[in-house]
Nanobody, 126 residues
Framework: QVQLVESGGGLVQAGDSLRLSCAAS????????MGWFRQAPGQEREFVAA????????YQADSVKGRFTISRDTAKNTVYLQMNSLKPEDTAVYYC???????????????????WGQGTQVTVSS
């Protein structure tokens, strides 16, 4: 089992920055893929970014490339999502997710992930 707890959400203005954190606990994460997803009201859960715990390989959605950066601190068992130049369309609940065994090429698929946090709200006003 892996437990994930997100933090760092809030209300900001367009153009501002936020850093989300996902603290992980439980079984070792060395073989895991860690992901960030988001879900706006009435919409499906959307991939944002992912990172392999061991090698630090990263994946990002086209909509956030150049603005969002995913990283991890293996000593702190924490994954981060640095969000810059926020836009109103980034408003959503952001979820952290993890999976140990996944199919390469499916990093953006929510159904690939086994563990989810409770989510943190990010609201960007115009």
């Amino acid at each position: 089992q892996v437990q994930l707890v997100e933090s760092g959400g809030g209300l900001v203005q367009a153009g501002d920055s936020l850093r989300l954190s996902c603290a992980a606990s439980g079984r070792t994460l060395s073989a895991h893929l860690m992901g960030w997803f988001r879900q706006a009201p009435g919409q499906e859960r959307e991939f944002v970014a992912a990172i392999t715990w061991s090698g630090g390989n990263t994946y990002q959605a086209d909509s956030v490339k150049g603005r969002f950066t995913i990283s991890r601190d293996t000593a702190k068992n924490t994954v981060y999502l640095q969000m810059n130049s926020l836009k109103p369309e980034d408003t959503a609940v952001y979820y952290c997710a993890a999976v140990r065994v996944y199919r390469v090429g499916y990093e953006q698929v929510p159904q690939e992930y086994d563990y989810w946090g409770q989510g943190t709200q990010v609201t960007v006003s115009s």
